[in-house]
């Protein structure tokens, strides 16, 4: 498996963006087509199950298919207990806050959590903190998240907060594997350009 898309399966991949993105886009066609919250929600959740079969049956990693049905199905509660069908989309709204603010804290003080997640994937592991090259290459590529997690909180915010389910929806998808691809893509075409870091071997123990 190359680098690059050793990088890009880490940081989320198109099976994961298509896990959460699918049944929220049946969720929100459903919706605008029967005006019935509980059976968008059940739609979504009946296209995460078809879905987490499909990747079963492929035997994919079960990370993605239990983490993308379990958050499909919470959205999906969440929007029924509240009774409010943007609700369905609050959940995605707290992560990116989680998650832009988690790079944006980790890059601050030196360090980026790309560096930390691809570090060992990439055979670095922490070692590129010594190389000030390749650290400043994480760091850069890790602000390019931070400002994917706040457009997005930007943009998402004030439709939940008027309620305009149709527009958020719209904008979710938007600004879901589009802009995921552009900042993957450019993380890595950053992080390429750096030199690498190899950890160095643990000496073979000949006694």
Not at 6 to 24: E, F, M, T, Y
Not at 25 to 51: E, M, R, S, Y
Not at 111 to 129: D, K, Q, S, Y
């Amino acid at each position: 498996m190359s680098d690059q898309k050793k990088v890009i399966d880490a940081l989320g991949g198109k099976k994961g963006l298509l896990d959460s993105g699918l049944p929220a886009l049946v969720f929100l066609i459903a919706f605008n087509i029967g005006k019935d919250l509980q059976n968008a929600a059940t739609a979504a959740v009946i296209t995460a199950l078809v879905l987490a079969i499909l990747r079963l049956a492929k035997k994919d990693t079960l990370q993605h298919v239990i983490s993308g049905l379990i958050g499909v199905v919470f959205c999906a509660f969440l929007a029924r207990k509240t009774g409010s069908a943007v609700d369905y989309y609050l959940p995605g709204l707290i992560i990116n806050i989680v998650y832009g603010s988690v790079y944006l804290v980790a890059n601050l003080v030196g360090f980026p959590i790309l560096g930390l997640v691809l570090g060992p994937i990439l055979g670095e592991n922490l070692h590129w903190r010594k190389v000030a090259e390749r650290k400043r290459a994480y760091i850069k590529a890790s602000w390019l998240w931070v400002g994917l997690f706040a457009s997005r909180l930007i943009v998402q915010y004030p439709l939940y907060k008027t309620g305009n389910l149709t527009a958020l929806g719209t904008a979710r998808l938007a600004m879901g594997y589009p802009l995921f691809a552009a900042v993957a893509w450019g993380s890595w075409l950053i992080i390429r350009k750096a030199p690498a870091a190899i950890a160095p071997e643990k000496p073979t123990d000949v006694s």
